[in-house]
T-cell receptor, first 115, second 111 residues
């Protein structure tokens, strides 16, 4: 199993540009999520999904869109990049059991710089 | 979900036990305590979780107080590779899908 994969690893954008960060998992997990981590800070939840066609907002959703058309993929879209979105982005996935979300598996991250 | 409070940083001598505390005084009966760690700038890694009983696995032990208002993660024989940021998370059961990380404890294991 590849686990959770993220592409690209690094990206530099200019203000106003758009792009999509890709995330895929091969563990058939229902739950997928996106976090951002600013320097010296903890992770903040952007959006999450509990299954194909179902998404919801996390703590810091503004400026980001997501969709979940398949169980495997959960792309994150930046519609108009701003310098405040310079961060490291982590994707994670988990199964959902009776007790809720199980342990999350994280990808290696995408380091995004917006100039 | 309950809020957690952790010390900002801790040091531990290599080979000694590292005891990382977490306060979650507003935890409710159906909320689990999870611990993750993040080594350097990698993605966080799951360590252990528990509801009310103490738990142990190959990585660590989790001690939850009887009133469940606090817990301690124990790394029994810390090594330099355990230097990381450790996050304590409390989350509810089905219907609660927001998984909120705090700022964690930066553990430095000293040679």
């Amino acid at each position: 199993n590849a686990g959770v994969t993220q592409t690209p690893k690094f990206q530099v954008l200019k203000t106003g540009q758009s792009m999509t960060l890709q995330c895929a998992q091969d563990m058939n997990h229902e739950y997928m999520s996106w976090y951002r981590q600013d320097p010296g800070m903890g992770l903040r939840l952007i959006h999450y999904s509990v299954g194909a066609g179902i998404t919801d907002q996390g703590e810091v959703p503004n400026g980001y869109n997501v969709s979940r058309s398949t169980t495997e993929d959960f792309p994150l879209r930046l519609l108009s990049a701003a310098p405040s979105q310079t961060s490291v982005y982590f994707c994670a996935s988990s199964s959902i059991r009776d007790r809720g979300i199980d342990e999350q598996f994280f990808g290696p991250g995408t380091r995004l710089t917006v100039l | 979900d309950a809020k957690t409070t952790q010390p900002t940083s801790m040091d531990c001598a290599e080979g000694r036990a590292a005891n990382l505390p977490c306060n979650h005084s507003t935890i409710s009966g159906n909320e689990y305590v999870y611990w993750y760690r993040q080594i350097h700038s990698q993605g966080p890694q799951y360590i252990i979780h528990g509801l009310k009983n103490n738990e142990t696995n190959e990585m660590a032990s989790l001690i939850i107080t009887e009133d469940r208002k606090s817990s301690t993660l124990i790394l029994p024989h810390a090594t330099l590779r355990d230097t990381a940021v450790y996050y304590c998370i409390v989350r509810g059961t089905s219907g609660t899908y927001k998984y909120i990380f705090g700022t964690g404890t930066r553990l430095k294991v000293l040679a």
